[in-house]
């Protein structure tokens, strides 16, 4: 690099998962610091938190641009969508975010993807095929589009395979505790997708899980050290630590096209001791049982 740079990480609401992703970028950006013999070269790391509200998300991206930002590195979905929307000139990164690159490959060529796509079947088909006792599901979401194919998805499963789903859509954070104590007491477990919004309300529902005996199972590992029950994912901070990595090599090589998309796309399962054995519908031992059945790693965690 011939000069210093400047990158933007924005985020759409606080939660433990992008606070993970944050966390695996800033670190990729502070060992690169670390290293550099001329402190010219070092790279400025710029933070905005949208705090689930749009129109200051907007803003944030577009004082961003105007600060003179050269990199922006937004997390989630919308939140990218919002940011191609805005710059146009400058080298975009969407982090964790469900972007079809070759759609975009004519007119927006500034922009590279990290994602890690999970759907829901990954889920249901571990509840249907191992927690026999399980069968009525409680799913909330927000009215999110990049969430709405993934409930189609997850109805169209519990149809195929005798799954008792309960629906409810919130558009507020304190909609949460409000619709998710009748879903969690009329159900046997409550099932939260990858779903900014909701999760950022987590430690709500873990009490009412908690109250009520039941399993609260999510796809991020962020949302068990909070307290869910139990979680089939991607770790979060790396994500954050594969975006920070290919960040560098586009600031060293530019967007070459062997950047432009990448997955994280291997599943693990994460649980909390703490809060998982408060329930009678799965013990510890079934679930290590489970992630060796299915070959994939297991961590317990907890913050």
Same mark, same amino acid.
Not at 77 to 82: A, F, G, Q, V
Not at 132 to 137: D, G, M, R, S
Not at 297 to 303: D, E, L, Q, T
């Given at each position: ?9 924005i ?18 950006i ?8 001329n ?14 509200d ?48 070759? *759609?975009?490959? @004519? =007119? %927006? #060529? ?5 994602? +890690?796509?999970? $759907?829901? !079947?990954?889920?249901? /088909?571990?509840?249907k ?17 990049k ?6 998805e997850?109805?169209k ?49 873990? *009490?009412?899980? @908690? =109250? %009520? #005996? ?5 796809e +991020?590992?962020? $949302?068990? !050290?909070?307290?869910? /029950? ?61 992630a ?12």
């Open positions: 690099m011939a000069q210093a740079v400047n990158v933007g990480i985020i759409p609401i606080h939660h433990q998962a992008l606070e993970d992703i944050k966390m695996g970028i800033t670190e990729q502070e060992e690169y610091n670390s290293i550099i013999i402190q010219k070269d070092k790279i400025n790391i710029f933070f905005g938190n949208a705090q689930g749009q129109t200051l998300m907007r803003q944030i991206i577009i004082q961003m641009r105007n600060k003179g930002v050269d990199y922006f590195m937004p997390i989630g979905t919308l939140t990218t969508e919002m940011t191609i929307s805005i710059v146009k000139n400058k080298t975009i990164i969407g982090v964790a975010a469900e972007i079809d690159i070759n *759609k975009l490959k @004519k =007119k %927006n #060529k500034n922009v590279s993807v990290v994602s +890690d796509k999970i $759907s829901p !079947k990954s889920i249901l /088909s571990l509840i095929k191992y927690i026999k006792k399980i069968k009525k599901i409680g799913l909330i979401y927000s009215n999110s589009e969430i709405f194919p993934e409930i189609e997850a109805k499963f519990c149809e195929k395979n005798n799954l008792e789903l309960s629906l409810k859509k919130i558009n507020t954070i304190s909609e949460i505790y409000q619709f998710g104590e009748s879903l969690i007491k009329n159900n046997d477990a409550l099932l939260i997708l990858k779903d900014n919004l909701v999760v950022s309300g987590i430690t709500g529902l873990v *009490k009412i899980a @908690k =109250k %009520n #005996k039941k399993l609260l199972i999510t +991020d590992d962020g $949302s068990v !050290k909070k307290g869910a /029950s139990f979680a089939l994912g991607v770790v979060e901070k790396s994500i954050g630590i594969k975006a920070g990595e290919t960040l560098i090599k586009i600031i060293k090589n530019g967007l070459k096209e062997e950047y432009r998309s990448t997955c994280i796309n291997e599943l693990s399962i994460f649980y909390n001791p703490k809060t998982f054995n408060n329930q009678n519908f799965l013990t510890e031992k079934e679930l290590i049982k489970i060796k059945n299915l070959s994939i790693k297991i961590y317990p965690v907890s913050k």
